[in-house]
C-alpha cells in the first residue's frame, strides 16, 4: 500500500509540473501519449487505493492563470472532458440516444458575450473556475462577428486557433530557430493574451463556437449551432451520429486530418438532446453530456540506429533518437526528439533496441516503448564532452528531470547567431544554409569557426545522408559555398558581426580604405572617426573586435579561403555629395533598399534610418501617406520625393 501511496504522490508532481509548463509557460516537458498514460495510471491508483490528494489533477481543472489581464470568474465551471480511445467505447457511452460528433480543436476555449446584439465580454477558460478578460484581442480575431442580430443576452463558447498555413508563416518570419513555436496551440495561447491588441490582429486567429451557453431555449445542440451560424459565427464541423452511424463518422474525420488547416487533436461526442444530457450532471472533472474521443495513433516497430545528441545555443544537449526508417500517417520517418536524459533512461534507450514509434496527434514523431528493455539493460550513456566543442558536459537534475548542458560559453552552438548572420543575404548570402541547417552541422562537430563552411566538403558522406539532404542539396551547397566565396571587402566586414557596422558603415569604412582589407583590419580609432557618421562607441567596438586575438585567428583563417575582390573606383561624379536621404514605404526602380542605399552612398550621400532636422530628403513614392516618417517630414519642412525623382538626383533618369 505505502508503494502505491508514493506513486500516488509522484505522478500527481510529474503531472502538476506537465501541465504548468503546457498551460503557464507555453511549453513542453513531455509528449501527450506520456501525459494521458501517466494520468490513466494515476486514475487506476487512486480507484485501488481510495486516495485522491488535493492537488490530483483529477480533481482539480487546471491552474490559475498568471498573465497581468484582468480575471473574471465563469458563472458555471468548464470542466474538461473525459475521454477514450476506442470507438466501441463511444458506441457504449452513446447507447441509444442521438448525438453530434464534432472535432476536438486545440487551441484556446473562449466564452464570448453578446449584450443588446453587441460583443461586450471576451474571457478564457483559464482554471475553469476564472478566465483571463481578452476582449479587446478578441475583437481582432478574423472571424468574430462583433454585432449579431439577437438583442437578448448571449453566451457563446468557443475555441480560439490559429491554422497551420498561418503558424508556418510565421515560424517562417522567425530567423532564431528557438525562437520559433512549437506548435499552433502555443503560438495561439499567446497571442490570445497579448497585452498589445494589434500583434493578436496582426497573426489572424480564428473562433469556432462550439456551443451555446446563454440565449433563445432550444431542445437539441444542433439547433444551437444552426442558430449560432444564423447570428454569423463560424462554429466546429459536424455529424449527428446514432450508434450504428458512430464508426462510420469517426472513419470521415480520419480521412480529412491529413489535409485539415486547423488543429485538432481528436473528436468531441456530445448528446444531441440538452435535456437529457442536463439531466446527468457531471462529476468533480468532467461533464456527463460530451466524452473526448483521442486518435488510436499509428504505431511501426524499427530498430534503433543510434542516439544523437544535439547542443543547442541555450547549452542544452537534446538527444534525437535516429532509427531504421518507417512509413507512419502517410509519410517515411527516421527520426524523434527523446527530449531529455531522463526519457533516455525511462525507456532505457541503446543502438539495436528493437523500438514502437508513432506520430502523436498524427503529427510528432514520438517512441512509444523499447521492445528490448528489461532489468538491467544499460541505456545509452550521454556523451562525456560536448559534439561541438569538446567541452567537459554536465548533467542537471531539475525537480526530478535530468538533462545534459554544454557550460562552455565559447561554444560554437551558442554562437549560432553568428554564423546565422554570415551566411545572410546582406553578408555573404550562402543559399542552403538555414538556421536549422547550421544547428545540425554544428551539432555533428563540422562547424567550428566561420571558415569551416567552406570545408564543408570534407563531411559529404554524413551530409548527403541527412534527413532534408541528398546528393544534389549537397551539390547545390557546394555550388553556393564556392560562388559566396568569391566576394567584395564591404560583404565580408558587414559578415562579421562588428557591433554597430551594418551594410552602410561597412560600404563607408571600405571606400575610406579603398577595399584594401589590410588597411581595413588595421583602421584606428582616429581614422574611424574622420570618416562622417562613425562616432566614439562604433569606433572603439571596431578596433576591439581586431585587436581580438581570436577574432584575428579567425578572420586569417576565413581569408584563405575566401578569394577576396580588392578592385576600386574612385568616383568622379558625386551628384549626392553631402546630401543626407531616408527611404521609407515600398520600392519600385530598385530591387530593395539596401540597393537604393547603396547607391546614394556610391554617389556621395548618406541614408539614414529616421527624419530629423539633418535630413534633406524623404524618399516615398507614397507622398499623401500618413506615416509618422512622412508627418515628420512635413513638421519639418523637408522635401518628401518619389524614387523617380531620386534617380534625376542621381543623373540617371527614369530605370526601365
Request: charged share 30%.
Amino acid at each position: 500500500m505505502e508503494d502505491r501511496r508514493e506513486r500516488i504522490r509522484e505522478l500527481v508532481e510529474q503531472l502538476n509540473e506537465a501541465s504548468r509548463a503546457y498551460y503557464q509557460e507555453d511549453r513542453e516537458i513531455m509528449s501527450n501519449r506520456e501525459y494521458d498514460g501517466l494520468y490513466d495510471e494515476l486514475v487506476r491508483l487512486e480507484e485501488e487505493t481510495g486516495i485522491v490528494l488535493s492537488s490530483s489533477p483529477t480533481v482539480n481543472v487546471g491552474y490559475e492563470v498568471v498573465s497581468s489581464l484582468p480575471k473574471e470568474p465563469h458563472p458555471s465551471p468548464m470542466l474538461s472532458l473525459d475521454k477514450t480511445k476506442e470507438v466501441a467505447a463511444l458506441q457504449d457511452w452513446l447507447g441509444d440516444q442521438e448525438g453530434l460528433l464534432s472535432w476536438k480543436l486545440d487551441g484556446l476555449t473562449i466564452v464570448l458575450t453578446y449584450e443588446n446584439g453587441s460583443l461586450v465580454r471576451a474571457v478564457t477558460r483559464g482554471d475553469g473556475i476564472v478566465g483571463e478578460v481578452i476582449t479587446g484581442n478578441a475583437k481582432t480575431f478574423d472571424n468574430v462577428p462583433l454585432t449579431i442580430p439577437e438583442k437578448g443576452e448571449v453566451v457563446v463558447r468557443g475555441e480560439a486557433v490559429i491554422s497551420y498555413p498561418q503558424f508556418r508563416r510565421i515560424n517562417e518570419s522567425i530567423e532564431d530557430a528557438e525562437a520559433k513555436y512549437k506548435n499552433p496551440r502555443n503560438l495561439c495561447s499567446g497571442t490570445v493574451r497579448q497585452l498589445n491588441s494589434e500583434v493578436t490582429a496582426s497573426r489572424h486567429v480564428l473562433f469556432y463556437a462550439f456551443s451555446l451557453a446563454t440565449g433563445p431555449d432550444m431542445t437539441l445542440r444542433r439547433q444551437q449551432l444552426e442558430w449560432l451560424r444564423e447570428q454569423g459565427f463560424e462554429t466546429v464541423e459536424y455529424i449527428p451520429v446514432n450508434r450504428e452511424s458512430l464508426p462510420d463518422a469517426v472513419k470521415h474525420f480520419a480521412e480529412k486530418i491529413g489535409d485539415y488547416e486547423i488543429p485538432s487533436d481528436g473528436l468531441v461526442l456530445i448528446y444531441d438532446d440538452i435535456a437529457y444530457g442536463r439531466s446527468l450532471g457531471s462529476t468533480a472533472k468532467f461533464p456527463r453530456d460530451s466524452i473526448a474521443f483521442k486518435w488510436q495513433d499509428e504505431m511501426a516497430e524499427t530498430r534503433l540506429q543510434e542516439i544523437l545528441w544535439n547542443p543547442s545555443r541555450t547549452g542544452l544537449i537534446n538527444p534525437i533518437a535516429v532509427f531504421d526508417p518507417v512509413e507512419l500517417e502517410g509519410t517515411t520517418v527516421s527520426r524523434a526528439s527523446v527530449h531529455n536524459v531522463s526519457i533516455v533512461e525511462q525507456l532505457q534507450l541503446a543502438p539495436g533496441d528493437r523500438i514502437r514509434v508513432y506520430k502523436a496527434n498524427m503529427i510528432i514523431p514520438q517512441i512509444e516503448e523499447n521492445l528490448d528493455a528489461k532489468a538491467g539493460h544499460a541505456s545509452a550513456l550521454p556523451p562525456g564532452t560536448c559534439p561541438a566543442c569538446g567541452h567537459e558536459t554536465q548533467i542537471r537534475d531539475e525537480n526530478g528531470i535530468r538533462t545534459l548542458r554544454c557550460p562552455n560559453p565559447d561554444c560554437p552552438a551558442k554562437k549560432i547567431k553568428s554564423f546565422t548572420h554570415f551566411v545572410s543575404r546582406n553578408a555573404m548570402n550562402i543559399e542552403g544554409l538555414s538556421e536549422a541547417t547550421l544547428e545540425k552541422f554544428i551539432g555533428q562537430g563540422m562547424l567550428h569557426e566561420l571558415a569551416d563552411i567552406f570545408r564543408l566538403d570534407r563531411y559529404r558522406e554524413q551530409i548527403v545522408v541527412m534527413e532534408g539532404f541528398g546528393e544534389r542539396s549537397y551539390e547545390n551547397l557546394m555550388e553556393a559555398c564556392k560562388k559566396a566565396a568569391r566576394t567584395t571587402p564591404d560583404r565580408l566586414l558587414y559578415s562579421l558581426g562588428i557591433p554597430g557596422i551594418g551594410t552602410a558603415n561597412s560600404r563607408l569604412i571600405c571606400r575610406e580604405a579603398k577595399n584594401k582589407w589590410d588597411r581595413i583590419q588595421h583602421m584606428t580609432e582616429e581614422d574611424l572617426l574622420n570618416i562622417d557618421g562613425i562616432g566614439d562607441v562604433l569606433a572603439a567596438d571596431y578596433t576591439a573586435f581586431f585587436r581580438d586575438p581570436s577574432n584575428e585567428r579567425a578572420v586569417a583563417d576565413l581569408l584563405e579561403q575566401l578569394d577576396l575582390d580588392e578592385e576600386f573606383e574612385e568616383a568622379q561624379d558625386q551628384p549626392l555629395q553631402g546630401k543626407t536621404f531616408v527611404i521609407t514605404g515600398s520600392l519600385e526602380r530598385f530591387a530593395n533598399r539596401d540597393e537604393a542605399k547603396a547607391k546614394i552612398q556610391q554617389l556621395g550621400g548618406k541614408a539614414a534610418g529616421s527624419v530629423s532636422k539633418k535630413t534633406d530628403y524623404l524618399v516615398n513614392n507614397d507622398i499623401s501617406s500618413g506615416s509618422s516618417k512622412n508627418k515628420k517630414a512635413k513638421e519639418l519642412g523637408i522635401p518628401i520625393i518619389t524614387e523617380d525623382e531620386l534617380l534625376e538626383l542621381m543623373g540617371e533618369g527614369e530605370r526601365e
